[in-house]
């Protein structure tokens, strides 16, 4: 819980000095053995048939780690990071390993991925402050892409379906910053 929440932390300096984003990448990076380790022990204490009885209790440090992994992962490359790089990189064998295995539940790479619209959109609008006008457009189309991705599931109505919906006011205030930099004149109108 505790390595979980220092990553979460790390990882949010980010909105105070963009300029210093390689840096809290890698101090952040430094971190995802700590959590590798802490759910290594984990599982070595929970039986794997008792998994889903106690699953509850990491399943928001999951959802959470997923979220700045998936931020880091995409400022750094560009690209979505899937759900087997998440369970690489925290070394669960995944499903595939039986239907007991510790891995990362859909459910919660799903909820990590949700959540990372909002942290885009700080970031757009502290891009913009710090003189970078064209990640705002990069983060707009990735948003975008991610909405439509969420909109093909079949989701009912439950908090993966309330994260689905506020995703679309995330992308309305991107394009809210990309529409004030357009009339401004700092970014092309194409």
Not at 54 to 61: L, N, R, T
Request: a positive charge; proline letters at 3%.
């Amino acid at each position: 819980d505790q390595v979980v929440r220092a990553l979460h932390s790390t990882f949010q300096g980010i909105h105070t000095d963009i300029t210093k984003g390689a840096d809290i990448f890698s101090t952040c990076k430094k971190q995802f053995p700590l959590v590798k380790e802490k759910l290594v022990a984990l599982q070595e204490v929970v039986p794997a048939q008792f998994y889903y009885k106690y699953s509850q209790m990491w399943q928001y440090k999951i959802t959470s780690f997923v979220c700045v992994y998936a931020l880091i992962g995409w400022l750094d490359s560009g690209a979505l990071v899937t759900l087997q790089q998440v369970e690489d990189e925290l070394g669960l064998p995944g499903k595939k390993a039986g239907p007991n295995a510790f891995a990362v539940e859909i459910e919660d790479y799903l909820y990590g991925l949700a959540s990372v619209p909002s942290e885009l959109v700080r970031f757009a609008t502290n891009s913009v402050i710090n003189g970078d006008f064209k990640k705002p457009r990069e983060i707009a189309q990735f948003v975008t892409q991610l909405h439509a991705g969420f909109g093909l599931l079949n989701l009912k109505n439950d908090g993966l379906r309330k994260k689905f919906d506020s995703m679309k006011y995330d992308i309305k205030k991107i394009e809210d910053i990309i529409y004030d930099l357009k009339i401004r004149g700092l970014v092309s109108k194409d």
